[in-house]
């Protein structure tokens, strides 16, 4: 029958088994396919998280309370929010001078009633960098460096995950920016990609989520709450996986 055995995974081991009767090595043998019926570790706790993000996070200005409960709901004990209209990663916010990204992770660092460092940074930044790509010659190369600066902020020890770019309609130029995003994603640890974009492919005819349509950038109200519920689940699987 399987051993029984706590913190550990489940699983089928080699394992090394010395008589307890004495100190005479030759007692010792090694098995293998020992099937043990383990526990699990205990998970980290998801104590803090916290989320900036731009228009399809303060959606409509009167989101603060749902996305945090969506976070909650999810497992979370404590949200910290911030968003604004038109917010890119590293320009100051139009919608809230002189407010940057730079100092939402320090208003949230020095949050007191928060009560300390995020496990997870969930950073929902670059739809507008990839609009001013359009329209103002913004290259890749600089959402890159600006995307940079702000993990170089939360410094190396910080969990974080990013939310891509996905529109309820197929972009080929926004996606290959994700592409080139990812790279950065990739070159440091402690950080994963919520993938809004893969997840929204199914839904991009879906005229009950996405504003009008004129407008499939934006959402509806039940649009935000699907948006809202994945990226909070998300968030509580790539900590788990982080920790």
């Not at 009167?62 to 004990?77: E, N, R, Y």
């Not at 309609?169 to 993938?195: C, F, M, W």
């Not at 649009?223 to 900590?239: C, D, M, Q």
Request: glycine share 8%.
């Amino acid at each position: 029958s399987p051993i029984a055995l706590s913190n550990i995974p489940a699983g089928t081991y080699t394992v090394s088994l010395t008589a307890t009767n004495g100190t005479d090595t030759s007692q010792a043998v090694t098995v293998s396919g020992v099937v043990v019926s383990g526990t699990d570790p205990t998970p980290a706790p998801l104590n803090r998280v916290a989320i900036i993000g731009d228009s399809l996070t303060e959606q409509g200005g009167s989101a603060a309370s749902t996305v945090k409960k969506s976070l909650t709901d999810a497992g979370w004990a404590s949200a910290w929010y911030y968003a604004k209209g038109g917010k890119e990663f590293t320009t100051v916010d139009a919608a809230n001078p002189p407010k940057t990204t730079m100092q939402n992770i320090d208003d949230c660092r020095a949050d007191t009633a928060f009560g300390g460092e995020p496990d997870l940074w969930i950073i929902a930044l670059a739809t507008n960098d990839y609009f001013r790509t359009n329209d103002s010659g913004r290259s890749f190369a600089q959402v890159k460096t600006d995307m940079q600066a702000v993990l170089t902020k939360l410094g190396p020890n910080a969990n974080v995950a990013w939310v891509n770019i996905g529109f309820g309609y197929d972009d080929t130029k926004a996606a290959s920016l994700n592409t080139e995003l990812q790279t950065v994603v990739d070159g440091r640890p402690k950080t994963k990609t919520i993938d809004w974009l893969t997840y929204t492919r199914p839904m991009i005819n879906d005229m009950a989520l996405w504003a009008s349509d004129t407008d499939k950038v934006h959402m509806k109200a039940a649009g935000y709450t699907v948006r809202n519920s994945f990226i909070a689940e998300e968030s509580v699987k790539i900590f788990r996986s982080l920790s």
